[in-house]
């Protein structure tokens, strides 16, 4: 059987050595989820606020066949400008070891690979799920079977609001993914903290989330857990102004034929684009919230 080719950053291995928390990142978001330098900036400052909340930050990407669980600035500034970076999931990810090839995490490869590293507590902006116009494309996100399977808590602004969101909340609650709303009754849309869809369960203190996953842990109950964190209420975007610039992303993804791990990448672009800039400030607010969440349900973790 091969051995896994992981390497932890000495800070990450630093922490595991001490049992002190540990909160995962994803790659892709360095990549694919946002313009360079934004994407450079965002990554260190997500860091540090994960690192003053007490607990240690891990982006995880994979670079040469090697799944590199914290990474250093230089090789964030690396992959921040490098055009020919996979996007790996669930699918791919072993073939990218296997290559030796140079990949961003998805949500789904995050998360397998965090489990691996031991680490239950993830923070990323959204989660992908159910596109809209999929009962023609068939186009759902490999994050929702990954929800299912592996135990590792991903703390979002809900899903994608690109997406089919009741559809998507309709596919969790069949693969058994509890969805709990961080102080919010209402399920947030991403840039927005409202959707229109009720959020199935509620807490309102990151110890009280820390003790429902491990009560899942007793229960042995499998996969993990959604943690919807509304985006904070200076920086968001109501929803019924981001609609028209969804719709409009999305028509002209479709007219161009875009497809498959391109469309989230190319529909946030455009939708940058049409709010001049606004999308991608809310984004990074989202982001910092997501992270300070989930270093504080981290601790309650370890408590």
């Not at 995880?60 to 921040?80: C, F, K, N, P, S």
């Not at 790996?88 to 073939?95: E, F, K, P, T």
Request: hydrophobic share 45%; net charge negative; with cysteine.
């Amino acid at each position: 059987m091969a051995s896994l080719p992981i390497k932890f950053s000495a800070e990450v291995q630093a922490a595991r050595d001490a049992s002190q928390p540990i909160v995962a990142l994803e790659s892709t978001i360095i990549t694919h989820g946002m313009p360079y330098p934004e994407n450079v900036s965002t990554a260190l400052e997500v860091e540090d606020i994960i690192r003053t909340e007490g607990a240690c930050p891990a982006t995880i990407a994979i670079l040469d066949g090697v799944i590199e669980v914290g990474l250093t600035r230089e090789q964030i500034e690396h992959l921040a400008q490098r055009d020919d970076i996979l996007k790996l999931s669930r699918a791919d990810l072993a073939y990218a070891l296997v290559a030796g090839k140079s990949g961003s995490t998805t949500v789904a490869a995050t998360m397998i690979c965090a489990a691996q590293a031991g680490i239950e507590t993830f923070a990323t902006g959204g989660v992908g799920g159910v596109h809209r116009g999929a009962e023609e494309s068939f186009d759902i996100s490999a994050d929702l079977q990954e929800l299912a399977k592996t135990p590792v808590m991903v703390v979002s602004a809900g899903v994608k609001a690109l997406l089919d969101i009741p559809k998507t909340l309709e596919l969790l609650e069949t693969l058994g993914v509890p969805v709990v709303g961080f102080g919010t009754d209402e399920f947030p849309a991403f840039w927005s903290r409202e959707s229109g869809e009720a959020c199935p369960m509620r807490l309102d203190e990151p110890e009280q989330i820390a003790a429902l996953y491990k009560m899942r842990a007793t229960l042995g109950l499998e996969g993990g857990m959604m943690v919807a964190n509304p985006v904070p209420a200076e920086s968001e975007i109501p929803r019924n102004e981001m609609e028209s610039d969804i719709i409009e992303a999305i028509d002209e993804a479709n007219r161009r034929n875009v497809s498959g791990k391109d469309v989230t990448p190319f529909v946030l672009s455009r939708i940058k684009e049409l709010t001049n800039g606004e999308s991608l400030v809310t984004n990074i607010a989202l982001v910092k919230n997501n992270a300070k969440l989930a270093a504080r349900i981290a601790n309650g973790l370890k408590a």
